[in-house]
């Protein structure tokens, strides 16, 4: 298995536009989580899926922040509209249990919000 | 006060020392995680442990429920073990995502 897959690595935009972060996560695994990382607050787990249901999205930080996953290979988390205070690395990762497993972590969105 | 505590901070030391990263917690928690994160940005899980040692090549992670407390152990360690080494706990009460929390992370070079 090619592991969690995320795009785009990188992302400029401007405060106001829509982003759109997607992740694929490794095939048969039942979990996926979305974090965040700044330097102010290090890692911050806003969402996670099972069975492609989001169960907890009390990290999330505001409405501005969605995130779907309309198959088991395939969600986004989408930002709209999105602010300076937005810009971190976004990452994606699976497991097959919940927190009791290794965690397997895609390479992450750097994102920029001008 | 933080929910996890991960000293040192910053960790300098020479290829080949014993590296030691503790981590420490104010939360009952069911299970712990570290995580390694690579100069690049890549995050890579080590071990989630709950309970005793579990060991896999050079590194070696204990835990003691009692004392609220976990640390990391590298052996013979390598210039490619510089990372930032990141502690997470997941709360007894529910590993949701206000139940999942991280330490700051160690920053550990290790130098030829």
Redesign the interface.
């Known amino acids: 298995d090619a592991g969690v897959i995320q795009s785009p690595r990188h992302e400029v935009t401007e405060m106001g536009q829509e982003v759109t972060l997607r992740c694929k996560p490794i095939s048969g695994h039942d979990y996926l989580f979305w974090y965040r990382q700044t330097m102010m607050r290090?890692?911050?787990?806003?969402?996670?899926f099972n069975n492609n249901v989001p169960?907890?999205?009390?990290?999330?930080p505001e409405d501005r922040f969605s995130a779907k996953m309309p198959n088991a290979s395939f969600s986004t988390l989408k930002i709209q509209p999105s602010e300076p205070r937005d810009s971190a690395?976004y990452?994606c990762?699976s497991s097959l249990v919940?927190?009791?497993?290794?965690?397997?972590?895609g390479?992450?969105t750097?994102l920029s919000v001008l | 006060k933080n929910e996890v505590e991960q000293s040192p901070q910053n960790l300098t030391a020479q290829e080949g020392e014993f590296i030691t990263i503790n981590c420490s917690y104010s939360v009952g928690i069911?299970?712990l995680?570290w995580?390694q994160q690579h100069p690049g940005?890549?995050?890579?899980?080590l071990?989630?442990l709950?309970s005793g040692k579990k060991k896999h090549g050079r590194l070696i992670a204990t835990i003691n429920i009692q004392e609220k407390h976990s640390s990391l152990h590298i052996t013979a360690s390598h210039p490619r073990d510089s990372a930032v080494y990141?502690c997470?706990v997941?709360r007894s009460s529910g590993?949701?995502?206000?139940g999942?929390t991280?330490?700051?992370?160690t920053h550990l070079i290790i130098q030829p």
Do not use: C, P
């Open positions: 290090g890692l911050e787990l806003l969402i996670y169960i907890d999205d009390s990290g999330m690395v990452f990762a919940a927190f009791g497993n290794i965690q397997y972590f390479a992450g750097r | 069911s299970a995680h995580l940005g890549g995050i890579v899980s071990f989630m709950s990141i997470a997941i590993g949701g995502a206000d999942l991280f330490g700051k992370g």
